[in-house]
């Protein structure tokens, strides 16, 4: 994939109607949003077109509407927040693509914005359906996507559109782009992954495209005991992809072909069951990998263990970090992640953290502001290190 896409500022947007793709798909809770960051974050992109005199038509999907229109997933709420944000009137209309988007779209002016109702109120939306992308295209004169999160499925809003108009991207995508992008094709070395979360299955494919471009892979949490048990240790209760045993082996023998250096735990928290509820009280010692009890789990890293990876990832230039090293919801089994956290934040190299529960960590534990770049698309962040081609980045102009 080519990772050099035009963005807003290598078109010309004056007096044009811009529709833009935004990741508006906030949480809310009795109607009202519990949090606006995902708004806040696409006000970069949204104020320089209206510096710039274009006609602003925003759209976004917001959960997951069965049946068409329904009240609870309006993005009236958005527009509310948005107009407050921006000090001015956000119009808000009453359908996706259709009459009142239309007469909105029509009677802008220079540096005005409008949003449209939530995508998803329209079937055609994940179908990637041509007429409601054809519909949605005829509303304006340039597309600009800004939705990372959403970048990896093709679905009207989000590529299809592309189809019908020229199309940039706004400075979220053009961040993830710049610096995801720059990792994986020219990345400066060493390279460094740290690979965690719960199943190896998850990350089949981000394992094997990082051992082609990476000089160290550490794993850790929960997907490193298939891993262990494929080096031939009992991992006694831990979790445990029976069926990736032989996954891992061949993984193992390509690091080794490749010169590759794979970090495995060296020592292991366990206890004798899940913390119920998680972030509940419990009673934890520290094993060797080798020495996991039969009736015990490994629940995050020991303390050899983190020491060695947080001296990998310091020895770094370049480190991406996917998915926690232990059961981080829980503060006795959140040491391992702690330590992965801190060392990237203390390090002067390119950090990047992809991955919902990896970047909300990040954020929970303080380190959020120390490190380079935390991907706003979990999803979305994974298929891109899996190396796989994004239909909303793929759709972009290259530059
Ligand atoms: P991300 O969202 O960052 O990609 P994942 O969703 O793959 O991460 O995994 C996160 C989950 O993995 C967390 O809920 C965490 O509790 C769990 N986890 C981490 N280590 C273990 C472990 N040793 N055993 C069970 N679950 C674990
Ligand atoms: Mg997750």
């Known amino acids: ?19 833009c793709r935004c990741d508006f798909n906030v949480p809310t809770k009795e109607g009202k949003i519990t949090s606006d960051k995902r708004i806040v974050a696409a006000l970069p992109t949204i104020n320089y077109l209206r510096e710039h005199g274009a006609r602003v038509i925003l759209c976004s999907h917001m959960g997951k509407p069965k049946n068409g229109f329904d009240p609870a997933l309006s993005l009236q709420v958005v527009a509310q927040r948005l107009s407050e944000l921006l000090g001015a009137e956000v119009k808000m209309s009453k359908d996706v693509a259709g009459e009142d988007s239309k007469r909105l779209a029509a009677e802008l002016k220079d540096g005005e914005v409008m949003l449209l109702e939530n995508t998803r109120f329209e079937k055609g ?52 782009v710049g610096i995801m992008g720059k990792a994986l094709a020219d990345p400066e070395r060493p390279f460094v992954a740290i690979l965690g979360g719960a199943k190896v299955s998850d990350k089949l494919n981000v394992i094997n495209n990082l051992l082609e471009k990476v000089d160290t892979l550490i794993i850790g ?27 891992c082996r061949e993984m193992m023998q390509k690091a080794e072909q490749k010169g590759v250096k794979l970090l495995l735990p060296i020592d292991t928290v366990v206890a004798k069951a899940f913390p119920d509820p998680i972030d509940g009280p419990i009673e934890v010692h520290t094993v060797a990998a080798d020495a996991i009890p039969a009736d015990c789990m490994g629940l995050d890293i020991g303390e050899k263990t983190r020491e060695l990876f947080a001296a990998a990832a310091k020895s770094a230039k370049t480190v991406v970090w996917n998915g926690p090293m232990g059961v981080f919801e829980n503060p006795v089994l959140a040491k391992g992640t702690i330590a992965v956290a801190q060392a990237l934040a203390d390090s002067e190299a390119v950090t990047i953290v992809g991955g919902g529960d990896s970047a909300a960590a990040c954020e929970q534990l303080g380190f959020a502001d120390r490190i380079t770049h935390i991907s706003t698309g979990g999803g979305a962040s994974l298929e891109f290190l899996e190396g796989l081609e994004l239909p909303g980045i793929a759709c972009l102009q290259d530059k």
Do not use: Q, W
């Open 1 to 19: 994939m080519n990772y050099n896409k035009k963005s807003v500022e290598d078109v010309d947007v004056r007096g044009k109607r811009v529709l």
């Open 221 to 247: 949490g929960g997907m490193a005991y298939t891993f262990l048990a494929a080096k031939g240790y009992s991992v006694g209760s831990s979790l445990l992809d029976n069926e990736k045993i032989d996954y």
């Open 125 to 176: 939306e994940t179908k990637n359906d041509p007429a409601l992308s054809k519909a949605l295209a005829d509303l304006a004169d340039l597309f600009v996507n800004d939705a990372f999160g959403s970048a990896h499925r093709a679905h009207s809003s989000t590529a299809g559109v592309a189809e019908h108009l020229p199309a940039v991207c706004g400075y979220l995508i053009a961040k993830e």
